[in-house]
């Protein structure tokens, strides 16, 4: 990680609640407090196409947001006092927005087209980035034409990606999101946790022969990858009668790092670079997405960036009221710090996108989860809800029960698609019935009159009531395709950024990230060694740690 000692010049900003628009909404507040959707939709009958909008093939409903155009303008303006348009100007420039590890924050470029020019001290990455786009073509055609061989002359049919955080969650969402249009014939792993059950299991009906290794860590030393690393050359070398030689046609590696890269003992020609001012939650439109384009092919990988820069575009040149990622992070803060709502459900009713949710975790909290301002000084209100979600239907079988009636306010974003990738008789209809009824149930609920009406006994009367006044945003796009997906992660980012530039936070760091990094490496010993080590730690700790030497089988 690197870090400058000098402190960077950083803009000092006006502390959040000091601000005039921040007290406007406090006093607007007051009044949609108790303000029912009931209310706002009946006064204004066009509200649900009126809050409408759609960009680049993406519809946003926000009708279902306890808002009128009162909160709507006063958030445009928090935005605008913020600084949210010069913020998005400073990182299109390429300015080093990421104040903390003083780097620029250009996951935009990597989606640029070959024409454009964004700059990085003085030079245009551009066409850096297509030149590793194309390198990743070149090498993705190869291996799924059957032209490159393993060691003993074999086709490649098992793809394993080893990597963890940043350098997993984009690529396995993104394999799970497009399996669809997936090369079939391939079998495609992932492997993340230092826990060996994951290799084990994603390697035990693999033939080493036939099994290529991407290895994908931006700094190429962190502990679960190089562990698995490690784990998967023995594993593979074994396979193919010792020859440690195997290793040039069998491993692959995706990193900044060509010297830690080139110590593993892969060829530097079989390294894929990306570049430190691509953050890794923000990295699956990199390198580190190679894995995706040996499962779609480069075409659709391409199509998956041309999504994504046209919400990037969208994002950057789009009115602050029409823009959509804009409105979805104001959305947030309107929640979080005024109504104290604590989390955000993300509920896609596509079963492709089930690791969507987890994907999002990472996104989100990992980069607005900061308690101090960029310019360190300790925040005063809320910052990220916590993310989490399943894809639905399924959760209406269990979890959706507390967001109709617990106590909690959970604004929930239903994802769903006009069409099915696999259209199976009346599944498709069944399936968008659900979304409508749901998010339409959450807003408006059922009164006790009219649970009273259907016969209810008074006594069930209060447990069948629903209070409603649940909010929700609907999104939806024609069908799941790679360029949709684009958009949609490209939106929920733009959304994340918006969050972070009205926080006043670094949205593109990760101290607490780093801190897990380091915390282990002092234990490992500890749990290793043949002598009994002296124990530094609280009585809990040295306790666990003596027990797990008496019992587990690291004691050698
Ligand atoms: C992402 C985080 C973190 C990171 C992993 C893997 O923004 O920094 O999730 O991606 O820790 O790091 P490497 O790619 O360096 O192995």
């Known amino acids: ?48 196409g009126r809050m409408t909008m759609e960009a680049v093939g993406v519809l946003l409903d926000y009708s279902k947001n306890r808002i009128t155009d009162e909160t709507i303008r006063l958030l445009v303006e928090l935005a605008e006092e913020s600084g949210l348009r010069e913020g998005i100007e400073a990182m ?97 792993r992932f492997v993340s946790n230092v826990d060996g059950t994951d290799f084990a299991e994603a390697v035990r009906d693999l033939q080493a022969d036939e099994t290529l290794f991407i290895v994908s860590s931006k700094t190429f030393t962190t502990l679960e990858t190089m562990t698995n690393a490690n784990t998967a050359r023995a594993w593979s070398i074994a396979g193919l009668g010792g020859d440690a030689a195997s290793v040039a046609k069998h491993f692959v590696a995706v990193s900044t790092n060509a010297a830690e890269v080139a110590k593993f003992g892969i060829d530097t020609a079989n390294m894929f670079p990306f570049w430190d001012w691509v953050g890794g939650r923000y990295s699956m439109f990199s390198a580190i997405g190679l894995s995706t384009m040996l499962a779609i092919g480069s075409e659709h990988f391409r199509a998956m960036l041309n999504g994504a820069h046209q919400i990037d575009e969208h994002f950057r040149t789009a009115p602050l009221a029409d823009n959509l990622p804009a409105l979805m992070g104001l959305l947030t803060v309107w929640y979080v710090d005024f109504f104290d709502a604590e989390t955000v459900a993300v509920l896609p009713y596509e079963q492709y996108l089930k690791r969507f949710p987890a994907y999002l975790q990472q996104l989100t909290m990992e980069s607005n989860g900061k308690h101090v301002t960029v310019d360190g000084r300790e925040v005063s209100y809320d910052t990220s809800p916590v993310y989490w979600g399943e894809p639905g239907t399924n959760g209406q079988h269990s979890f959706y029960q507390l967001i109709h009636q617990g106590t909690r306010l959970i604004p929930s974003d239903f994802i769903a698609f006009h069409q099915s990738l696999n259209p199976l008789g009346r599944h498709h209809e069944l399936l968008l019935a659900n979304v409508f009824a749901q998010t339409e149930a959450l807003a408006f609920g059922k009164t006790a009159e009219e649970v009273k009406n259907e016969g209810t006994p008074n006594w069930l009367v209060p447990h069948r009531t629903f209070e409603g006044n649940r909010p929700s945003n609907t999104i939806m796009a024609d069908r799941l395709t790679p360029e949709v997906l684009g958009k949609l992660i490209a939106l929920y980012e733009h959304s994340v950024f918006t969050q972070g530039v009205i926080w006043n936070i670094d949205s593109f760091d990760q101290w607490g990230v780093e801190l897990g990094k380091v915390l282990a490496q002092r234990i490992i010993p500890e749990l290793e060694s043949k002598e009994e080590p002296p124990l530094p730690h609280d009585s809990s700790t040295n306790n666990l740690i003596l027990r797990q030497r008496a019992r587990g089988r690291s004691k050698t």
């Open 1 to 48: 990680m690197t870090t400058t000692t000098r402190r960077p010049k950083i803009q000092r900003r006006t502390t959040l609640p000091r601000r005039q628009t921040w007290k406007a909404l406090q006093t607007h507040y007051k009044s949609m407090q108790s303000m029912h959707l009931r209310t706002l939709f009946t006064e204004d009958p066009q509200r649900g």
């Open 92 to 188: 299109f420039r390429g300015e080093k927005i990421n104040v903390t590890e003083n780097r620029a924050v250009l996951h935009v470029a990597l989606r640029a087209p070959r024409e454009a020019s964004i700059t990085v001290d003085g030079e245009n990455v551009v066409p850096k980035v297509h030149a590793v786009l194309d390198q990743m073509a070149g090498f993705a055609h190869r291996v799924r034409s059957g032209e490159w061989k393993g060691h003993t002359g074999k086709r490649i049919k098992n793809l394993v990606n080893i990597g963890i955080g940043g350098s997993d969650l984009g690529p396995v969402m993104a394999y799970e999101a497009l399996k669809y249009y997936s090369e079939r014939t391939m079998t495609f």
